[in-house]
């Protein structure tokens, strides 16, 4: 099956009830673009590789690295150098970036999810690294936060709508009630890479609103899920609903659970990604698996 034939998979009328059954169950509604400024075009992509660094998960894989409940992702190959998060401690995601070869210093901008401090807690060690970086954060967040970061030399660049950061590489804009949360949507050769920290609105939701913004296929869906406890037969109906939205491959960590893990294998089949601390992945890895029949 050809790249641009993978993700037309038609959504039958119980996976499209699925869909917006778990919408409701959630309490989450994506909401209308409008008013949050000018939405990008999202017609940039990322030139040439990317590569994807799990640099902070507590699920294993590079047993040279270190797990800790948290997550954060380094993207590289992009117009700047991006962190997505920084995890919960500072001197273990340094610790696990000099593990992998990677340095700190070079790290331009860095996204935020959302305030959590698995998600947040590195950044004042790593701050002391860095120089110029710009920090994405949602506009929600509270102001001692971004005062404290811009007394540390810090640019801020409050998130409300949709945003391109650099060419190929955009936020969803803040979604959900209460807990605002972004996700980070990378542009590529072989569709968009949606990357998580918590989907706290809902992993369907934000894929949806992936799609809405991009127009275009998903090739990949990784991070965190947030579907830890949940009962099994309904991580099932989520897993078959990224399916209906066309996600082609996915790779859940952090707090998706391993039972949820588990289902996603098994509906994903050979599109499914075991991610862990020290898990890297690159487009081509990424295209090959786009190439597998289920």
């Given at each position: 099956m050809?790249l641009?034939?993978?993700?037309l ?10 869909i917006?059954?778990?919408?409701l ?10 008013g949050?400024?000018e ?28 797990t800790?409940w ?6 590289e190959g ?5 962190l ?5 401690d ?31 807690g ?19 967040f ?7 970061v ?19 590489v955009?936020s ?29 609105p809902?992993?369907?939701?934000m ?8 127009g ?5 869906v ?8 949940l ?19 996915v ?6 659970g ?11 089949g ?6 862990g ?9 990424i ?8």
């Amino acid at each position: 099956m050809g790249l641009q034939g993978w993700y037309l998979t038609p959504l039958t009328d119980t996976m499209t009830r699925s869909i917006l059954l778990l919408a409701l169950a959630m309490g989450v509604i994506l909401g209308p673009l409008e008013g949050r400024g000018e939405v990008p075009s999202f017609g940039g992509a990322v030139k040439g590789g990317l590569t994807l660094s799990v640099i902070y998960d507590n699920n294993p894989y590079d047993p040279r690295l270190s797990t800790a409940w948290g997550f954060s992702c380094l993207i590289e190959g992009a117009g700047l150098k991006v962190l997505f998060d920084t995890g919960g401690d500072g001197p273990l995601l340094l610790s696990n970036m000099e593990a992998l070869g990677l340095r700190a210093e070079g790290i331009e901008a860095v996204v935020f999810s959302h305030i959590h401090g698995d998600h947040t807690g590195g950044l004042q060690v790593l701050l002391r690294r860095l120089q110029g970086v710009t920090l994405y954060l949602p506009q929600s967040f509270p102001q001692g936060f971004k005062d404290r970061v811009r007394l540390h030399g810090a640019r801020v660049r409050e998130v409300r709508g949709p945003l391109e950061i650099c060419p190929g590489v955009y936020s969803t804009g803040e979604m959900g009630r209460g807990l605002k949360e972004q996700a980070l949507l990378l542009r590529t050769r072989v569709g968009t890479i949606l990357i998580t920290g918590c989907a706290h609105p809902g992993v369907v939701q934000m894929v949806a609103r992936a799609r809405e913004l991009t127009g275009g296929p998903i090739s990949l869906v990784m991070g965190g899920f947030h579907l830890l406890g949940l009962p099994q037969a309904e991580v099932r109906e989520i897993a078959r609903a990224l399916r209906g939205l066309g996600v082609c491959c996915v790779g859940p960590c952090h707090c998706s659970g391993q039972e949820a893990r588990r289902v996603f294998r098994e509906e994903f089949g050979p599109r499914f990604i075991e991610v862990g601390v020290g898990r890297r992945i690159g487009l081509k890895e990424i295209e090959g698996m786009v190439r597998r029949r289920r």
